[in-house]
Each structure stands twice: as C-alpha cells, then as structure tokens.
C-alpha cells in the first residue's frame, strides 16, 4: 500500500499502523487457545489469512486512495473480519486499525459510512457473544471511531496546508529569481540606452556640427589653397566617425526599435499583449514624422511599463494603445478599462518597486523635458499619457 506524498512522519505511522493490525491479530488467536474459546484452530486460521491479505495488500503498488484495488481489498479485509467477529469476541479490536485504513483509502464520502459500518459491527459482536452490555460496550467502538476520524482529518488538513506553503516557498523562490533576472535585464537595457543617448547627444552631434563647419571651410577655401585638401580628409574622417557612431547607436537600441519603426513595434508590442483575457488595439493620431532614438525609446518603454501594469494588475478586458503626432509635439496615451486605483497611489508613485514603475516614466519623460499624467479611479480604468515636446515643429522640420 503505498501513501501519497506526505511528509516521511507517514512511514512512522504506517509502521504503528501495520504493527497494530498484526498485533491485534495475533492477540486474538492467541486469547482462542489461552481462555478455552470455542473454535480455537478456526480463529487462528482466520486471523492467518486476514494478517496474509493484510500483508498482501500494504505490499501491492496497485492499493492506492481513492482507486479500485484500495476498495476491494477493504472489502475482502471486511469480510475476514466479519468471519472473525463471529468465531471471536476479541476480533472487535481490530476494528480501531481498520478506521484508519478506510478513512485513508476511501473518498470522504465512502469513509466516513464505512467507518460507522465498522462500529455497528464492533458493538453487534457484543451481543452475538453474550458479553455483558455496558455503556462501555457503546462508547468504545464508537470513541475509537471518534479519535480515527479526527486523527484522519486532522492530519490531512494540515498535510494540505502544508503543501499549499511548500508552493508557496517554490513559487516565491521562482519569482524571486525572475525579478533578478528581470532586473538585472532592465539594468542593461537602461545602460544601453542611456549610452546611446550619450552617444547621441554627444558624440554623433558633435561630429555633425564639425562636418558640417568643416563643409562650410571648404566652400570658402579656394580650390587651389594648401589647407583644401586637409580640409576635405578632415570632413571625411568626421563623416566616416559619424556613421559609426550612428551604428553603435542603433546596436544599442532596444530590439524592437532595430527592427523597424515606432509605430511598427508598437503594432507588435499590441500584438503580443493580447490573450483571450485581454484585447488591445493600437492607432496612431495625426502624421508619423521621424523621431530622435531617445524619444522613440522613451515612448516604447513607457507603454510596455504601462501595458506590463494592465496585464499584471488591472484585470482590464481592453486596453488602447495610441500614438499621436502634433506639430509641437507627440504624445502617448495608454487607456484600459480595468479596476483603477486611488489618485493619492498615482501620485506617490507607488503601484510597484523597481525600474518599470511609474516613477521611472515620470523620470523618462523630465529627462527629454516631457510631462507624464495619470488619470485613474477605483473601478474606472487608468490612463496613462506621456508628451514629448518635440525638438523643432513640423513646419520647422519640413522647411528644413
């Protein structure tokens, strides 16, 4: 008979268990031939197969809670024991081992009759033997069903609270090595990024700058002056640092912006967050214009932050993703329609630690001097609107 997974103070219980039922057993033969029972060789002979197809059975892989093979060897223990009461009185002992073993192999609902079944039997014994009724004749079976009962119950509530903690300890060991690795791959993005910027904003613009005053020079330089050709090695030198530098620019930037546009992995990042729990829909607002890295990275990160919140803990059925383009400006509004939270939690900042909050969107959007806004309430959803000034209008931009 083989248990379920339970803690190994089980096999010290099974061993009690399968010591009683044999010692109990022996008791009863032994009592036959000490107090000139009747049918002493009978008992014996009883007891021996009951103990064989007791032992039989703890031995078998096929015993198992809740199957066939449990069932019908309960049923063929009961019937030896049945044969057993009739031929001794000191059989109804034996009863106490087999509450514990039908409480165990036997679904609640079957176990708790069986276990009643078993007591009649114990306190009818009485009776067909002519041994003196007493109240104790009553309660002993009766009691001893009583502790069976709760031992059983007992002891599976708790072995049930301790595995919902054993998942518990596995499931937080879990999550807390996927937030350090969560972290650890946030940490190198936003190093990625703020390199790129660096190199942006530094670097790449600097080179442009020389080139172009280089350009300038060699426009005034007469076509036969000494420096000219310096002049020109030296704008292609600038040039030639300025492309590299825009490579390790679009090396360092996000994966999903390396691929293609804003808009398109903005498509993909709706894409992918869409399940059967939850639909969401990206549209653009105006006309697409070419954006700084910085920008592109910053409205990227803040909707996979602010989608990552709806997936997580709004409970949201639908959430909008929209992108628009004004002639001063872009923005991006991130709407669901799920549970919401207090304004005084939006602004504390404080729906969750770490570097995808909503501190960190507040602090993406001050650094390219945008603003961020959250607009939510308990059970009416949450938006999430992030504004970039963009760094010259569109007219500026199309004149250029």
């Given at each position: ?9 089980a096999?010290?219980?099974r ?8 010692g ?19 008992v014996?002979a009883?007891?021996?197969?009951l103990?064989?197809v007791?032992g039989?059975?703890?031995a ?11 069932a ?8 030896l ?31 708790l ?13 009485f009776?067909?033997h002519g ?9 002993g079976?009766l009691?001893g069903a ?5 031992t059983v119950?007992g002891?599976?509530a ?19 090595a996927?937030l ?10 936003a ?8 190199i ?19 426009r ?11 002049v ?6 600038a040039?030639?640092?300025?492309a ?8 360092l ?16 990042l ?5 399940t ?8 653009v ?12 990275v910053?409205l ?5 932050s ?10 949201a059925?639908?959430?909008?993703i929209?992108?628009?383009?004004m002639?001063t400006?872009?923005?991006?509004d991130?709407?669901d329609?799920?549970r919401?939270f ?8 404080a ?9 960190a969107?507040?602090?993406r959007?001050?650094?390219l001097?945008g603003?961020?806004?959250?607009e ?8 999430v ?10 007219a ?5």
């Open positions: 008979m083989e248990t379920r997974v339970h803690p190994p103070v096999a010290a219980l061993l009690c268990l399968h010591g009683l039922m044999l109990l057993l022996a008791l009863a033969a032994a009592k036959a031939f000490t107090d000139d029972r009747p049918h002493p060789g009978a014996t009883v007891a021996g197969v103990a064989a007791y039989a059975g703890a078998a892989r096929s015993v198992q809670p809740g199957t066939r093979a449990g019908g060897w309960l049923a063929v223990l009961g019937v024991w049945a044969a057993l009461l009739v031929l001794s009185p000191d059989a109804l002992w034996v009863a106490f081992p087999l509450y514990f073993l039908q409480l165990h192999l036997l679904p609640t609902r079957w176990g009759p069986a276990v009643a079944v078993t007591a009649a039997a114990a306190i009818a014994s009776l067909l041994q003196a009724v007493t109240p104790g004749t009553f309660i079976p009691l009583a502790v069976a009962v709760a119950l002891y599976e708790l072995f049930r609270e301790s595995e919902r903690r054993r998942e518990l300890i596995e499931e937080l060991v879990a999550t807390r996927e350090a690795e969560a972290e650890r791959t946030a940490g190198t993005l190093e990625r990024e703020r390199l790129a910027r660096e942006h904003d530094t670097l790449a613009q600097g080179l442009s700058s020389i080139q172009l005053l280089l350009r300038a020079a060699e005034a330089l007469p076509e036969d002056a000494p420096a000219a050709a310096h020109h090695r030296a704008r292609e030198a040039q030639d640092n300025l590299e530098a825009r490579r390790f620019v679009r090396a930037t996000p994966p999903d912006l390396a691929n293609g546009s804003l808009t398109a992995a903005l498509e993909r709706s894409a992918r967050s869409t059967p729990a939850l639909t969401v829909r990206f549209a607002s105006g006309t697409p214009v070419e954006l700084p890295t910085p920008y592109e910053a990227l990160r803040t909707a996979q602010a989608l990552s919140n709806t997936v997580r803990h709004a409970g059925g639908r959430a909008e929209t992108l628009s383009f002639d400006s872009v923005s991006l991130v709407v329609d799920g919401g207090a304004q005084d939690v939006a602004a504390a900042g729906t969750e630690s770490g570097g995808f909050g909503l501190p969107m507040r602090s959007a001050r650094s001097g603003t961020l806004s959250v939510s309430a308990p059970g009416q959803g949450t938006a609107a992030l504004t970039l000034p963009l760094p010259m209008g569109r500026g931009r199309e004149a250029a």
